[in-house]
């Protein structure tokens, strides 16, 4: 079983238990915009018994790759067509039907997809997953509950950040996106002086207190903005897991990092 990146996979892995191996094709670490498949990777996908992705564009040069494993009849689960997808801002024009990519950032989001996924997977598998999935989804309760504890303790939550990735955990947690360095929703886009002014004159007019990072976005730029603006600049793990950790460690840090910085 195929899937395209770590923080889906270990879900995967989490809901399957020993019913099936999970090969993640995406290293853990590099950026699911910018990685580009080997022959190797797309070897495994080609031969994979069942992929899950996610959509949207995330693994943007992956796409043609599964969709002709898709025509050579590999089923293939898109969790983006299985959750409520939260609208990307208008003023971006990379948004893929108007949608945000990033639904793992907002885990009650991410829960919705588990029945669907859980039946898919018990069919190819031949197993019954639905005590796992229901436990799972009990786990992701209780992330949301620890992130809302956390997050209640800052007063006022303004983000600027390296891309357009953080507007599900925005939109769950009572957050306000200022802007982002890179005003796209993939960190593979670019941008100019000008938006970068714009992002300036934003940040300090909302009285951010930290501009966030994430992978892809360039170091330099970010702590050269946040030196303006009069803030400092802290980098976020959005799109990986920690070293020997789970997607739980990923949004509890994630809120800790975001808490800590804006208190």
Known sequence: MVVTYSILGDLVADLVGDAAKVIVVIPNGQDQHEFEPS??????????DFIVSNGLDLEEHLTGVLAEAATRGVGVFTAAEHVTLRRANAKL????????PHLWLDPITLAEMIPDLSVELGKVLGVDLSESAAQLSLRLDTIDAKIKEIMSTVPRCALVTGHDSLGYFAARYGCQIVGAVIPSLS???????????????????????????????????????????????????????????????????????????LK
């Open 187 to 261: 960190s593979s886009a670019e941008t100019s002086a000008g938006e970068l002014a714009n992002l300036k004159t934003a940040a300090t007019q909302a009285n951010a207190r930290a501009v966030f990072t994430e992978i892809g976005t360039p170091r330099a730029v970010v702590d050269q903005i946040a030196k303006e603006v009069g803030v400092k600049s802290v980098e976020l793990r959005t799109h990986m897991l920690p070293p020997g950790g789970h997607y739980a460690d990923v949004m509890i840090q994630l809120a800790t990092s975001i808490a800590d910085a």
């Open 93 to 100: 024009t990379d948004a893929k039907n108007g949608n945000d």
């Open 39 to 48: 022959a190797k990777v797309v070897e495994q996908i080609n031969n994979a």
